[in-house]
């Protein structure tokens, strides 16, 4: 087996929803939801993974925030380095002690990744991706009066989040040392959290405070080293049409001419499923030869073609 596959992990493969933020747990999450990847391992695909980090980044930005008084903040291109290097260790490390459970001889790498986004992206002039905790009215205007530099919006009428551009990623500059790694055999871990965005600045780059969609970031990388496939790991197991809905409907094989139907007819919701699709899109129409959408658990047979949603060209 040599083919190249990226694999995106969700947010619950670290941490579940309503968990604990303590390292310990996350290593233990961890230990627990990655098996699957290693069993991939062991069949010889050549793997990259890459990560979310949108609940462990919004908890740096508030604790940076909040400890404005007594040390600088931190803008947020750097937090998402930070946390993808101590992400990024966490994944190792547990993909490397369960592959020496099974005698298995693959080196893991993580790679503090940038990612290339436009500077003139309208995203800077209308932030739009949630980070952090949900806030009520009352403490988001106790929080506009102590800290007027944040923009809020209203998630869902579930309460008040802060929001930050999402810029397109456009290249991941990181790319060609990534190929090389991963064409010799090594277990590549890389753009997590979707990269650090960084623009091009007088014949260099520039680092911006942005969070990019990790599922869009997969896709570019994805294209960038040629893989063939792009499996986008979240917490259920197939796409579906009228999600929710008494008629709803898993996707099992579809061909990419009908899933873009279904996604401008306003399937697959912005804030949820919707990046995951528009990633899927992005990658078979430039050259990708599927895409793979389903959960952590169900990803080994989803992989053999006995489960989760498979999108072709």
């Known amino acids: 087996m040599d083919k ?30 990655l098996a ?20 462990q980044v919004g908890v740096e930005f508030f604790r940076n925030l909040l400890a404005a008084e007594t040390y600088p903040p931190y803008p947020l291109d750097v937090l998402n ?12 490390l547990a993909l490397t002690n369960r592959m020496a459970e099974l005698k298995m001889r693959r080196h893991v790498t993580t790679i503090i990744t940038r990612v290339i986004v436009d ?40 309460g008040w989040r802060v929001v930050v551009p999402s810029p397109r990623p456009l290249e991941v500059l990181e790319a060609g040392e990534i190929k090389k790694l991963v064409d010799d055999g090594e277990i590549v871990i890389a753009a997590g959290g979707g990269g650090i965005p960084i623009v091009k600045e007088n014949g260099g780059f520039k680092g911006v405070e942005a969070v990019i969609d990790k599922d869009l970031a997969s896709a570019v990388l994805a294209k960038n080293i ?14 579906y ?3 929710g809905k008494p008629d709803q409907s898993p996707l099992k094989e579809i061909h990419l001419d009908e899933i873009k139907r ?16 528009e990633a899927a899109i992005e990658f ?14 169900m990803s080994l047979e989803a992989i053999h073609g006995k489960g989760g949603t498979r999108i072709v060209p």
């Open 4 to 33: 190249k596959v990226v694999i995106a992990l969700g947010g619950n493969a670290i941490r579940r929803k309503g968990e604990p933020f303590t390292i310990e747990h996350q290593f233990n999450r961890a230990k627990k939801t």
């Open 36 to 55: 699957p990847i290693v069993d991939l391992i062991r069949e010889g695909y050549k793997i990259v993974i890459t990560h979310g980090n949108g609940p």
């Open 81 to 92: 380095s930070e946390t993808q290097g101590w992400m990024g260790y966490i994944i190792s």
């Open 119 to 158: 500077k003139n992206d309208s995203a800077f002039e209308n932030p739009t991706k949630p980070i952090g905790k949900f806030f009520t009215e009352e403490e988001m205007r106790e929080m506009k009066q102590k800290f007027p530099q944040l923009v809020f919006k209203n998630d869902a009428n579930r």
């Open 226 to 239: 040629g893989a063939e496939k792009l499996v986008i790991l979240t917490e259920v197991p197939y796409v």
């Open 241 to 243: 049409i009228n999600f």
């Open 262 to 277: 279904y996604y401008r007819e306003g399937h697959f919701p912005p804030g949820n499923m919707g990046p995951k699709v």
């Open 284 to 297: 078979l129409e430039n050259g990708g030869d599927e895409v793979i959408i389903t959960s952590l658990e």
